[in-house]
């Protein structure tokens, strides 16, 4: 009778598997999730807290991009669809994370124990020992990094999911879609916390149809969407316990919209697409923490009024609460920065009779381009944190060039791209031997310091915090440029952004981004704050002391 009715259990699973035709049936039947607390038993996946991914499960769409804040149970809704391709579809999965550590502490932390809980995803899967390469019958499951290239490669698969695609390798991404493109049926997921406007998640945002998500009010029961200014923030400040008084409201009725009944209100939620020139194929979905039921009003406007008073937690409440892309002033040089540097000179051909301690950087890209700064000292102020005023920008086409600005200007220092002309660098650091150095940039600790061969002409900094200092002295007085300063040069500056990331152990940096735009004078006008530091160190005191 046991083999029986083994058989008969088997076969009527099999008749019910092939009638599930939604992802998110598959999940509701076969996803389980932890036990709750003070209980051993794991639930049934259901949609009640997060009703809005019941229809994202349920896209047919090619294309799928989800903008989103923190903790919106996006990636939960990935999970189950990788689940639902490979059991139901019969096909192979692309899941990336930003690096390899992500990737393999994501697939113990996430995959393991989410296949643990289900008995049937247990028999589903034929082993789980290996945490970047998971196979249930002829379907792939492959989890990677999005850093080496070469582990991307050669992944035919009908479906690829990009988890938390800003902080991966942006020219890495149509490599990654690449592996999709010999099937027939195909399907991608592009999830992420955006940060920067025209970046990442939100650049791929705007090419869909970004969908907002609409349900009735329940006092009014007009069709309404929650952004920021359906959030009262009350409270002047962090310390201000009043905070505790905020409130999510209707924009129609301005009737507050409880907490506690947010999953019962939000249940008829549907998603409006607002780019309806857009591509139907190109699906976009946007959701922000208003509609958390776990999270509150008084916790999004404390997080709000941290913002008002430091420019990580601004754009930390922008990004990760509101699920926008967002740039806190002090991230960029704007325009109205530049033009408060402007001074009442103009550039000039020459040094002669300015008795100032001269740097020249210069970067290398399809042009030679350079700057010549005059430093004012003095004795009381770190080395670079002194003020400057900009001589000479422009660009040259050969290196010999070069040799007649250090000849003018009298430079006392210069440092050079190390790359991608090398050897030409190097060349020209040893006609101008004890005065210039190649410089190469570094990802090792986050601070001004500055490693000096002993050996070669050559420096390594840590790129983001000098092109740092740089955004910063043009934001605090410390730069003056002259008032005919190029527009080559104030878009050069204008170009980076600091954008956050999370390095491969976990740690949050910046890096500054030029999102596609020239760039080559920003890095110039690093290289002359670095040549000042470079000077310093290598033995030019009394000559910097002489110009104090």
Same mark, same amino acid.
């Given at each position: 009778?046991?083999?029986?009715?083994?058989?008969?259990?088997?076969?009527?699973?099999?008749?019910?598997?092939?009638?599930?035709?939604?992802?998110?049936?598959?999940?509701?039947?076969?996803?389980?999730?932890?036990?709750?607390?003070?209980?051993?038993?794991?639930?049934?996946?259901?949609?009640?807290?997060?009703?809005?991914?019941?229809?994202?499960?349920?896209?047919?769409?090619?294309?799928?991009?989800?903008?989103?804040?923190?903790?919106?149970?996006?990636?939960?809704?990935?999970?189950?669809?990788?689940?639902?391709?490979?059991?139901?579809?019969?096909?192979?999965? +692309?899941?990336?994370?930003?690096?390899?550590?992500?990737?393999?502490?994501?697939?113990?932390?996430?995959?393991?124990?989410?296949?643990?809980?289900?008995?049937?995803?247990?028999?589903?899967?034929?082993?789980?020992?290996?945490?970047?390469?998971?196979?249930?019958?002829?379907?792939?499951?492959?989890?990677?990094?999005?850093?080496?290239?070469?582990?991307?490669?050669?992944?035919?698969?009908?479906?690829?999911?990009?988890?938390?695609?800003?902080?991966?390798?942006?020219?890495?991404?149509?490599?990654?879609?690449?592996?999709?493109?010999?099937? %027939?049926?195909?399907?991608?997921?592009?999830?992420?916390?955006?940060?920067?406007?025209?970046?990442?998640?939100?650049?791929?945002?705007?090419?869909?149809?970004?969908?907002?998500?609409?349900?009735?009010?329940?006092?009014?029961?007009?069709?309404?969407? #929650?952004?920021?200014?359906?959030?009262?923030?009350?409270?002047?400040?962090?310390?201000? #316990?009043?905070?505790?008084?905020?409130?999510?409201?209707?924009?129609?009725?301005?009737?507050?919209?409880?907490?506690?009944?947010?999953?019962?209100?939000?249940?008829?939620?549907?998603?409006?697409?607002?780019?309806?020139?857009?591509?139907?194929?190109?699906?976009?979905?946007?959701?922000?923490?208003?509609?958390?039921?776990?999270?509150?009003?008084?916790? #999004?406007?404390?997080?709000?009024?941290?913002?008002?008073?430091?420019?990580?937690?601004?754009?930390?409440?922008?990004?990760?609460?509101?699920?926008?892309?967002?740039?806190?002033?002090?991230?960029?040089?704007?325009?109205?920065?530049?033009?408060?540097?402007?001074?009442?000179?103009?550039?000039?051909?020459?040094?002669?009779?300015?008795?100032? %301690?001269?740097?020249?950087?210069?970067?290398?890209?399809?042009?030679?381009?350079?700057?010549? &700064?005059?430093?004012? #000292?003095?004795?009381?102020?770190?080395?670079?944190?002194?003020?400057?005023?900009?001589?000479?920008?422009?660009?040259?086409?050969?290196?010999?060039?070069?040799? &007649?600005?250090?000849?003018?200007?009298?430079?006392?220092?210069?440092?050079?791209?190390?790359?991608?002309?090398?050897?030409?660098?190097?060349?020209?650091?040893?006609?101008?031997?004890?005065?210039?150095?190649?410089?190469?940039?570094?990802?090792?600790?986050?601070?001004?310091?500055?490693?000096?061969?002993?050996?070669?002409?050559?420096?390594?900094?840590?790129?983001?915090?000098?092109?740092?200092?740089?955004?910063?002295?043009?934001?605090?007085?410390?730069?003056?440029?002259?008032?005919?300063?190029? +527009?080559?040069?104030?878009?050069?500056?204008?170009?980076?952004?600091?954008?956050?990331?999370?390095?491969?152990?976990?740690?949050?940096?910046?890096?500054?981004?030029? +999102?596609?735009?020239?760039?080559?004078?920003?890095?110039?006008?690093?290289?002359?704050?670095?040549?000042?530091?470079?000077?310093?160190?290598?033995?030019?005191?009394?000559?910097?002391?002489?110009?104090?």
């Amino acid at each position: 009778m046991g083999f029986y009715s083994d058989f008969a259990e088997g076969l009527s699973s099999n008749v019910v598997r092939r009638g599930i035709t939604s992802c998110s049936e598959y999940a509701n039947r076969y996803r389980m999730i932890k036990p709750k607390k003070g209980s051993v038993i794991p639930t049934n996946f259901d949609f009640k807290y997060y009703p809005w991914i019941k229809e994202m499960h349920d896209s047919t769409a090619t294309r799928n991009v989800g903008q989103k804040s923190a903790q919106m149970a996006y990636t939960e809704l990935i999970l189950n669809w990788s689940f639902f391709k490979m059991d139901i579809k019969k096909e192979s999965v +692309l899941y990336v994370l930003p690096t390899d550590d992500n990737a393999g502490d994501f697939s113990a932390s996430r995959f393991d124990p989410a296949i643990e809980c289900s008995p049937h995803l247990t028999d589903l899967f034929s082993d789980t020992k290996n945490k970047g390469h998971k196979r249930a019958g002829i379907a792939n499951l492959y989890i990677r990094g999005s850093r080496a290239k070469n582990k991307l490669i050669s992944i035919p698969v009908e479906n690829v999911a990009i988890d938390e695609l800003d902080q991966m390798v942006q020219a890495h991404i149509d490599l990654i879609w690449e592996r999709m493109s010999g099937q %027939f049926n195909k399907q991608s997921w592009s999830i992420s916390t955006p940060t920067v406007g025209g970046y990442g998640i939100n650049k791929m945002f705007t090419h869909t149809t970004e969908e907002h998500l609409f349900f009735p009010c329940p006092h009014c029961s007009r069709s309404i969407e #929650l952004g920021f200014d359906n959030l009262e923030i009350c409270g002047e400040n962090q310390d201000d #316990l009043d905070y505790l008084r905020s409130r999510i409201f209707c924009g129609e009725c301005k009737v507050t919209l409880t907490q506690e009944d947010k999953f019962e209100y939000l249940a008829p939620c549907k998603f409006v697409p607002q780019n309806t020139e857009a591509d139907p194929d190109n699906r976009g979905f946007y959701v922000n923490q208003l509609y958390s039921s776990t999270i509150s009003a008084a916790e #999004l406007a404390l997080a709000y009024l941290k913002g008002k008073e430091d420019d990580d937690a601004e754009r930390e409440f922008y990004n990760s609460k509101m699920g926008l892309p967002h740039v806190p002033s002090s991230y960029q040089v704007a325009q109205e920065d530049l033009d408060a540097c402007k001074g009442k000179f103009t550039l000039v051909e020459n040094a002669h009779g300015l008795d100032k %301690f001269i740097t020249l950087g210069i970067d290398i890209g399809s042009k030679i381009d350079y700057e010549v &700064d005059a430093w004012d #000292l003095d004795a009381y102020t770190e080395i670079n944190e002194n003020k400057f005023r900009l001589l000479k920008e422009g660009s040259v086409d050969h290196f010999e060039e070069l040799d &007649d600005i250090m000849s003018s200007f009298g430079v006392h220092y210069a440092v050079i791209d190390a790359n991608p002309e090398r050897r030409a660098s190097l060349a020209f650091c040893k006609r101008h031997a004890g005065r210039a150095r190649m410089c190469f940039y570094g990802k090792e600790k986050m601070d001004r310091d500055v490693t000096i061969s002993e050996t070669e002409p050559t420096v390594s900094v840590n790129r983001a915090t000098w092109m740092n200092l740089v955004v910063q002295k043009f934001k605090n007085g410390k730069t003056s440029i002259p008032a005919n300063v190029s +527009l080559d040069y104030q878009n050069h500056i204008k170009a980076n952004v600091k954008i956050v990331k999370v390095d491969s152990n976990g740690n949050v940096i910046f890096v500054y981004d030029n +999102l596609g735009q020239a760039d080559h004078r920003m890095h110039a006008r690093t290289y002359s704050e670095i040549a000042l530091k470079c000077a310093w160190l290598g033995g030019m005191n009394e000559d910097i002391q002489d110009k104090v």
